[in-house]
């Protein structure tokens, strides 16, 4: 009974219910009753968050009945979340796109016309080859997230662009994979490599796992407290793991990085690290020792607000359990602007512990090594995505999106065309309207693939409707994890409307651009198939077993005592970098005070619902039946002073005079007085979203104050502050 199983750990850890079956069927009286009827089950992979759960949907008469997770993927360990078991309703949805769209112009009006997908893919393709022609194919830029933009990322290197960038670099993780390669020479992964599975103790610095769903993290973060693994959780906010938690650090919003530098103080000064691995492994370890010397706990206290008593015991206990301690990297990292370098600091703290590479700190992932399908080399560039803003945030991996959409402004602009794949920008990158609105205005083409009306839609000037992940085929998925395996996204039903798969879009764009070379196959299952065969499966067989689970050919940890070969310039753990000296910054992580909170204003905090993917599933039906709307959580110091009461319904403002839609109140005292607490992905401004159009609010359009990371421009979105507005509705209960 791996459900209840699940559903025993989502209670344990304060998540919501999965979404009932019978709710699909919906009070349809003609349907039998589950279990009477011919069932069929087909391999997916779930595409309600970039976790990607292997699962099955099942099918009783032809007729969708539900979604379960496939017993045999380790990564999801059989369970899907309460989103995953909500996948149907992405299908159900009535309000999907259903046919191509072309912005038109009507009696001097512009709106979308529906038109065929000849007329669409013709339009796209004649305005590429323009691009090509007059300006280089590097031209044409790709703002993608999640992993079917392969297709098109595809398409774009075949003619000649691999431009791109995407929110889960400068909008998510960005900082912490750049933090970690420059100390430890390689990124934390996702999934995230914490070895959690073993550890001891799990020091987990404003991951709130638990709200924050990513499936397979949640049910090992369960199974280490069951363990009586200690727990240490850092956070303003009581948050589902704070109430999980031996130690709970209510910090002081923004103020991290000092106690970071404390705890390595505390375990230099006592004498509590790890001494073997930080002279095999590390260099810049007595520079190191001088930097933290002034962040005693005494002074950090006074930042911090966590007692010095309380941050040498969780020094202490840290040490005790080392090297089987995880202090957890985090994974949606961007928030005050110095966020390379908290990341940075984190990685330190692992390595003080000897945790990196250990058992019950991080291990070392393995993927299949699947081999490529044959295909022709892609062309040469000339340019490479940071040419669009040279000089700017010299250690990004990645297309930084702030740096692209800039780039694209004005007649001059580096860009001259976008393909947007997935990513729902408006909402995803505070204080980008005005940007993407100019760039709209010069762009000679912008295409959105969406499956959705979402704002970002209105935009384009051809919306193409992807029809969702459970009427497609994509690329296998191969992450790297503990152990490698192989899982297949089938279709499960035939595409709705007129929509299509993206890797058909990708093709017939392909034919149109003479790229057929590229594309050999008549369907994308002849690629998977004989990508399969490479690897001694195949496609009939991945298409009943769903997931398919490899032997590891590297050992998971490193070996003791072997000479050190970290991907840094030093092969060694780089506790002082030479690498950000050299370039001007500081080589050692040094703390700032966050800006202060202004009179009268709460400093806004969010994150993560158990029952959402931002705005990726707010107009789900399904789950909008579960959790309609985001809550603004209120201490209730604050809602006396305002006179509140939880139900009611208030107005936020920014500092700069932005007012939000209407959210509902929460009274607790699991927030502090100083700031408010919401859920992201709502206040959806898409009046197609006919479910989620202007229920609840939006963080980002409260967020002005923005702070970008100078080592890899990622978009800091905490220091930003709101208050109450009154008027005649706030206040009122609903
Ligand atoms: N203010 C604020 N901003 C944030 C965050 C925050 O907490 N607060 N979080 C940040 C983080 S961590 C991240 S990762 C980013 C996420 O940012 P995004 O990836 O932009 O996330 P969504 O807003 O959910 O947009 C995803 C879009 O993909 C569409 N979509 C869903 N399925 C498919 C499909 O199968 N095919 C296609 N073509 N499209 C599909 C959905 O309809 C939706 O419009 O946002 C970042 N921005
Ligand atoms: N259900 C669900 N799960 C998700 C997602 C989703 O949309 N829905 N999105 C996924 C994605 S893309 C990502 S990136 C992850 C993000 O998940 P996390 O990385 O866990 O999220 P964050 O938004 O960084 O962290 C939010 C927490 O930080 C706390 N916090 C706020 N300010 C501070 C501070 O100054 N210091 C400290 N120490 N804590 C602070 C907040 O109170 C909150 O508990 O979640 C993933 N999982
Ligand atoms: S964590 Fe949940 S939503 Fe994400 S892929 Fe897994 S089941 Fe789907
Ligand atoms: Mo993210």
Redesign the pocket.
């Known amino acids: 009974m791996k459900r209840r199983d699940f559903i025993k750990v989502s209670t344990l850890l304060g998540t919501s219910a999965a979404v009932s079956p019978t709710f699909l069927l919906g009070g349809c009286s003609s349907n039998p009753l589950p279990g009477t009827g011919t069932v069929s089950a087909t391999p997916t992979i779930c595409d309600m968050?970039?976790w990607k759960c292997a699962s099955h949907v099942y099918q009783e008469d032809g007729e969708l009945w539900k979604i379960t997770g496939n017993d045999d993927d380790l990564h999801s360990g059989g369970r899907l979340?309460t989103?995953g078991t909500g996948g149907p309703g992405a299908y159900l949805d009535p309000d999907r796109l259903k046919t191509p769209l072309m912005r038109v112009t009507v009696d001097g009006r512009q709106t979308f016309q529906p038109v065929s997908w000849d007329e669409a893919l013709d339009y796209i393709a004649d305005k590429m080859r323009a691009i090509a022609a007059e300006h280089g194919p590097e031209k044409m830029l790709m703002l993608n997230h999640g992993s079917g933009s392969s297709h098109f990322r595809h398409l774009l290197r075949a003619y000649g662009s691999d431009s791109r960038a995407e929110p889960?670099f400068a909008q998510?993780?960005g900082p912490r994979d750049v933090g970690f390669r420059l100390t430890v020479g390689e990124s934390a992964s996702s999934p995230e490599r914490t070895d959690m599975a073993n550890a001891r103790c799990i020091v987990l610095?404003?991951?709130?796992?638990g709200?924050?769903?990513?499936n397979g993290q949640v049910q090992t973060l369960a199974e280490a407290i069951n363990r009586d693994a200690t727990l240490i959780t850092?956070?303003?906010?009581f948050?589902v793991p704070a109430g999980k938690s031996q130690h709970w650090l209510p910090?002081k919003?923004?103020?991290?990085l000092a106690l970071l530098l404390s705890w390595m103080h505390v375990l230099i000064e006592e004498d509590l690290y790890d001494h073997d691995y930080v002279e095999r492994y590390t260099v810049g370890f007595e520079q190191l020792k001088d930097h933290v010397r002034s962040y005693t706990p005494e002074w950090v206290y006074l930042e911090t607000g966590i007692r010095p008593e309380v941050i040498r015991e969780t020094a202490r206990e840290m040490a005790k359990a080392a090297p089987a301690t995880v202090v957890h990297p985090?994974?949606?990292?961007t928030?005050y602007g110095d966020d390379t370098q908290r990341s940075r600091a984190i990685a330190m703290l692992n390595a003080l512990l000897g945790s990196w590479n250990r058992k019950g700190g991080f291990y070392i992932p393995e993927r299949v090594s699947l081999p490529e399908y044959p295909l022709p080399d892609y062309p040469e560039r000339r340019y490479s995505t940071a040419d669009a803003y040279p000089g700017k945030w010299p250690f990004a991996s990645q297309g930084v999106t702030n740096g692209v959409i800039d780039a694209s402004v004005g007649e001059d602009a580096f860009f001259k065309g976008w393909l947007v794949y997935g990513t729902n920008l408006p909402q995803t990158i505070p204080g980008v309207e005005q940007q993407l609105e100019a760039a709209a205005n010069s762009l000679d083409l912008l295409v959105v693939v969406e499956t959705m009306p979402s704002e970002m839609t209105g935009y384009a000037d051809v919306i193409l409707p992807e029809c969702t992940y459970l009427e497609r085929y994509d690329e296998l998925r191969n992450s790297g994890e503990r152990q490698p395996s192989l899982a297949l996204r089938m279709p499960a039903f035939e595409p709705k409307y007129e929509s299509k798969p993206g890797w058909w879009m990708a093709k017939q764009l392909g034919h149109r651009l003479g790229l057929d070379e590229y594309f050999p196959w008549e369907d994308f299952s002849e690629k998977l198939d004989w990508q399969l065969q490479q690897v001694g499966s195949s496609l009939e067989e991945m298409q009943k077993i769903g997931v398919k689970n490899f032997p590891r050919k590297t050992p998971l940890y490193f070996r003791e005592g072997t000479r050190p070969r970290f991907r840094t310039p030093s092969r060694k753990i780089e506790l002082y970098s030479r690498q950000l000296a050299d370039k001007g910054f500081d080589p050692m992580p040094v703390y700032t005070p966050p800006d202060p909170v202004p009179e009268g204003f709460y400093r806004l905090?969010?994150?993560?619902?158990?029952?959402?993917?931002?705005g990726k599933t707010t107009n789900n039906p399904l789950l909008f039946e579960l959790a309609p709307e985001n809550q603004l959580w209120v201490n209730p110091l604050v809602a006396n002073e305002w006179g509140f009461r939880s139900g009611d319904y208030v107005r936020l403002g920014s500092p700069n005079g932005v007012v939000s839609n209407r959210i509902r109140v929460r009274v607790t005292e699991r927030i502090g007085p100083d700031s408010v607490?919401m859920a992201?992905?709502f206040g959806r401004k898409s009046r197609r979203l006919k479910l989620a159009f202007g229920v609840g609010a939006d963080d980002s359009t409260l967020m002005s104050n923005i702070k970008i990371d100078p080592l890899m421009g990622g978009t800091g979105m905490?220091a930003n502050f709101v208050t109450f507005v009154r008027e005649a509705s706030a206040g009122a209960a609903s």
Request: aromatic share 12%; hydrophobic share 30%; with cysteine.
């Open positions: 968050c970039f979340c989103r889960a998510c993780r610095i404003g991951s709130h796992i709200e924050n769903l990513h850092v956070d303003p906010r948050s910090i919003p923004g103020t991290d985090g994974r949606h990292a928030w905090n969010y994150g993560r619902m158990p029952a959402h993917t931002f607490f992201h992905g905490r």
